[in-house]
């Protein structure tokens, strides 16, 4: 009786269908054209990378011309050298890794911890309160910034880190809980059923059950939340004054001028300011698009 089945099967497989032809090279034609927009967009999004760090080693006499030469000749190395020395950036490296990692650590708990409640605790008024969460995000930052300023003046916070590291602590940010909360509503209320017959409470849940569930969501928030904080400027220009506290951002702003900016060295500092953030989405580059398609924020 399968005898004939499949001889059907091995006819239907060798047998011409010009419709099915026409449909595999449409397909082919689609896919290689899907492929030829990407590139192209990656392309376009790459050329002022390539400027940039072009511009790094050139002299500052060639920098404008026209056309613009992209391969330097000759490549002048010693633009980084005097990129580096012209302020003292290693201490500004260091401020802003300080600020940027502890800024990062508290976003990510708290945000965790208020997006945890938002997602699994049951309370009245719980949409009512994060719809006003959410509404925040509408306010620009611009509004609050004076009161703020006011504020950390009055408890003597100015030209320390206190301002840029210490309000991390404190929910970090309705964006933040609001990633989390999408990806807490994916993970199953039977795995917490569980863990409080075992005898967990609450917190006890949330550190051990669904905290390590939630590596895709936790590095997506560690990347924007450090990349957020690293290349923050107005922050530390408004509460910083003393040159030694200055974060990497600010250093960079020493190569603009009132009448003239140094070009090379400015491209050359910024090259060696970008690496801590390449390096870090490289390090959690598969957490970060598994979040970013888990969490709902794509497109």
């Not at 890794?97 to 719980?126: C, D, N, P």
């Not at 209320?189 to 051990?208: K, V």
């Not at 200055?246 to 960079?252: A, K, P, Y």
Request: hydrophobic content about 50%; some cysteine; proline content about 6%.
């Amino acid at each position: 009786m399968t005898q004939p089945s499949h001889s059907k099967q091995k006819k239907d497989a060798f047998s011409y269908n010009p419709k099915s032809k026409e449909k595999r090279i449409s397909q082919a034609l689609k896919t290689a054209f899907t492929y030829f927009l990407l590139c192209l967009g990656g392309f376009i999004f790459l050329v002022p990378f390539f400027w940039m760090l072009s511009t790094s080693l050139k002299d500052s006499s060639v920098i404008f011309q026209f056309p613009p030469q992209w391969i330097p000749d000759p490549i002048v190395w010693g633009n980084y050298v005097e990129a580096m020395t012209f302020a003292p950036f290693h201490l500004f490296f260091l401020n802003s890794l300080t600020i940027a990692g502890l800024s990062m650590i508290g976003e990510v708990f708290t945000g965790a911890l208020v997006a945890y409640g938002f997602a699994k605790l049951q309370f009245k008024g719980r949409d009512t309160l994060f719809i006003i969460v959410l509404a925040t995000m509408m306010l620009p930052g611009e509004v609050t910034m004076i009161p703020v300023f006011i504020m950390f003046a009055h408890i003597g916070w100015i030209d320390t880190y206190l301002p840029l590291i210490v309000p991390s602590y404190f929910g970090g940010g309705a964006f933040f809980i609001f990633m989390f909360r999408q990806f807490f509503l994916g993970i199953p209320n039977e795995l917490e059923d569980a863990a409080r017959i075992d005898g967990c409470n609450t917190f006890q849940i949330f550190y051990r059950i669904v905290l390590p569930l939630s590596k895709p969501a936790l590095a997506v928030v560690a990347i924007f939340s450090f990349h957020g904080k690293w290349n923050d400027f107005l922050g530390p220009l408004i509460y910083l004054n003393t040159m030694e506290k200055f974060t990497v951002q600010l250093g960079l702003a020493m190569f603009q001028g009132m009448f003239q900016t140094e070009w090379s060295l400015l491209m050359a500092a910024s090259i060696v300011a970008l690496l801590p953030v390449l390096l870090i989405f490289f390090m959690f580059q598969k957490y970060f698009i598994e979040g970013i398609k888990l969490s709902g924020i794509k497109g």
